[in-house]
């Protein structure tokens, strides 16, 4: 079974420039989150998709930061203009969504490390 | 205001010793706790997990502990392997299903030959 991919691996940009992300979920995923990892912090939540409509956005700063899942299937995160403060790895995890007793995993992609000079 | 915490950042332990890493959280409605490995330049991979109507969980080497009164849980593997050397992330959720993972700050754990 294919994993979580995401690309680029790696970006470095200037700051005030603007970036995106790209993340393809495992086939019948249908809950897609973007984490994003703060060196020497856990992943934090951004955003919560439920096939394409948004579940939990509350913590994406949306004057610079957006994101869609266009067909409930791929998803892109955007930022603009960004800041030094937004580097970090961006995760992208996915799960089947579904209510069931017992575990509640998500998986993940490898990541994109994001550096802002 | 961090509602899964890790307050040790790093644990060094000899091959074949137990490696115990801890986690308390804050905040009482979590129901799902989760134990990721993460190694460098990888994303987190799940490890194993834990429902809060059980006190113990175990997968080969490694065995999960939950103590709800505390609000504590901890990750015991047993016997420590070199290969085991990551950072380890306890992560917990309010119920199952597809509710967000909290995440705590992170153990490096470093076996050591």
């Known amino acids: 079974e294919a994993g979580v991919a995401q690309s680029p691996r790696y970006k470095i940009i200037e700051k005030r420039q603007s970036v995106a992300f790209w993340c393809n979920p495992i086939?019948?995923?249908?809950?897609l989150y973007w984490y994003q990892q703060i060196l020497g912090q856990g992943p934090k939540l951004l955003i919560q998709?439920?096939?394409?409509?948004?579940?939990?956005d509350s913590q994406l700063p949306k004057d610079r930061f957006s994101a869609e899942r266009l067909k409930g299937v791929d998803s892109t995160l955007k930022i603009q203009p960004a800041k030094l403060e937004d580097s970090a790895v961006y995760l992208c995890?996915?799960?089947?969504?579904?209510?069931?007793?017992?575990?509640?995993?998500?998986?993940f992609g490898q990541g994109t490390r994001l550096t802002v000079v | 205001d961090q509602q899964v915490k890790q307050n040790s950042p790093s644990l060094s332990v000899q091959e074949g010793r137990i490696s115990i890493l801890n986690c308390d959280y804050t905040?009482?409605?979590?129901?799902?706790f989760l134990w990721y490995k993460k190694y460098p330049a990888e994303g987190p991979t799940f490890l194993i997990s834990i429902s809060s109507i059980k006190d113990k969980n175990e997968d080969g080497r490694f065995t999960v502990f939950l103590n709800k009164s505390a609000k504590h849980l901890s990750l015991h593997i047993v016997p420590s392997q070199p290969g085991d050397s990551a950072v380890y992330f306890c992560a917990a959720s309010l119920y199952s299903g597809n509710t967000p993972l909290v995440f705590g700050k992170g153990t490096r754990l470093s076996v050591i030959a």
């Open positions: 086939s019948g995923h249908a809950t």
């Open positions: 995890a996915s799960s089947l969504g579904e209510d069931r007793a017992g575990v509640t995993e998500a998986f």
């Open positions: 905040n009482s409605m979590f129901d799902y």
């Open positions: 998709f439920q096939n394409n409509g948004v579940v939990d």
